[in-house]
Nanobody, 119 residues
Framework: QVQLVESGGGLVQPGGSLRLSCAASRSIFSLYAMGWYRQAPGKQRELVTNISSGHSTNYADSVKGRFTISTDNAKNAVYLQMNSLKPEDTAVYYC?????????????WGQGTQVTVSS
């Protein structure tokens, strides 16, 4: 069982940057994967990026070259560095973690943090 607490959201101008943080309640070393989803008003939830226990990464086409996911095992944290932000990046961003359990896989979710890109 793991709890996730997000921080770092806010208001930023187009072209600006934000860094989201997600702190886990225990070691993330043995987690299967961690990542970020986002959901804008009137749109479906979108997988932004994730990173596996093997350190391979995946990015949505809309954020490639602008967003970077990283982890810090010593701090039990995952981060999302967002650069060159666009108004269409405006959404609630959710951190998640997948754990391997006896029944298969279990997903934990952060509470979400609002990111607004506007001039």
């Amino acid at each position: 069982q793991v709890q996730l607490v997000e921080s770092g959201g806010g208001l930023v101008q187009p072209g600006g940057s934000l860094r989201l943080s997600c702190a886990a309640s225990r070691s993330i070393f043995s987690l299967y994967a961690m990542g970020w989803y986002r959901q804008a008003p009137g749109k479906q939830r979108e997988l932004v990026t994730n990173i596996s226990s093997g350190h391979s990464t995946n990015y949505a086409d809309s954020v490639k070259g602008r967003f970077t996911i990283s982890t810090d095992n010593a701090k039990n944290a995952v981060y999302l560095q967002m650069n060159s932000l666009k108004p269409e990046d405006t959404a609630v961003y959710y951190c998640y973690a997948d754990q391997i359990v006896v029944a298969g896989k279990y997903t934990s979710w952060g509470q979400g943090t609002q990111v607004t890109v506007s001039s």
